[in-house]
């Protein structure tokens, strides 16, 4: 695969560049840094900062690249001109009720972005294991083949998650029991094929994954399951790709990047 890892009018920290050398390192691909500043005066005060996530990116082959202008625009060019399968890029922990015009930018990018997009945390510091978020029917086949072959190059625990937006009658809490999921499996129902034909790309990818279901509140429901089993990167698609789905009721995406802990890769 080939990484731009994307720095925007922003510091470069010490344990993002730690998450993408290492993701880049286990599934043996290259990486091109761009560095963007406001202007040249800014760019110079940044040159310290590039020098340690060179030297913070060790052994692993890194192309630096540097500019000066729209953050958006330099980023596209790059792209159509180099060919890359995914964006890196940190984003702050939301903290403020009033969007910061980081925020904005950084909202901005994710949006622009032609291909997929990772957004990296400060606290994300390891990655392994994965949660793979399905909206239950076909328009998710770019999330799940994405996420196969990142989880089987890196090597990553896996689980594929779908939520139910409805609670069924029959259920009167949060988890359903693994029985009623090998129900589940074995008719013949649009969702049951998805997830059939799902975990067999994630097999056909060398990986073994786990297969939940829960109903209710989406982004809260993937929130927690991403906090309770300790997931490092939460996968889901964008949400002009999945409303259509019915798993982004409203904009879970937009929750999802504002309140997860763990890293989120978009996939366009």
Do not use: W
């Amino acid at each position: 695969m080939k990484f731009l890892y994307f720095v925007a009018r922003e510091s470069i920290p010490e344990s993002v560049v730690a998450f993408t050398a290492g993701i880049v390192k286990r599934t043996d691909s290259t990486v091109t840094m761009l560095v963007v500043a406001k202007d040249t005066e800014a760019l110079e005060n940044l040159q310290e900062d590039i020098a340690a996530a060179e030297r913070g990116f060790g052994k692993v082959p890194l192309e630096v690249k540097t500019g000066v202008g729209d953050p958006c625009d330099l980023m596209e060019r790059e792209i159509e001109a180099n060919g890359y399968d995914m964006v890196v890029m940190y984003v702050r922990q939301r903290r403020r009720v009033l969007p910061s015009s980081f925020r904005f930018l950084s909202q901005k990018i994710i949006k622009l972005s032609p291909i997929p997009i990772m957004l990296v945390r400060k606290t994300n510091l390891k990655l392994e294991r994965l949660l793979i978020c399905t909206g239950g029917q076909d328009i998710s086949e770019p999330v799940i083949r994405l996420s196969a072959k990142l989880a089987g190059m890196a090597g990553l625990q896996t689980t594929l998650l779908y939520v139910s937006g409805v609670v069924p009658s029959m259920y009167t809490g949060m988890n359903v029991m693994e029985e009623t999921l090998e129900d589940l499996l074995g008719t013949e129902t649009p969702l049951a094929n998805h997830l059939r034909a799902s975990a067999e790309i994630l097999s056909e990818n060398n990986v073994k994954a786990e297969i939940e279901i829960r109903h209710g509140d989406v982004a809260g429901s993937i929130l927690n399951e991403a906090k309770e089993e300790k997931h490092d990167l939460i996968v889901l698609g964008s949400s002009e790709n999945n409303s259509l789905a019915g798993m982004l009721l409203g904009n879970v995406t937009q929750q999802i990047i504002n309140r997860a802990e763990s890293a989120v890769l978009i996939v366009k």
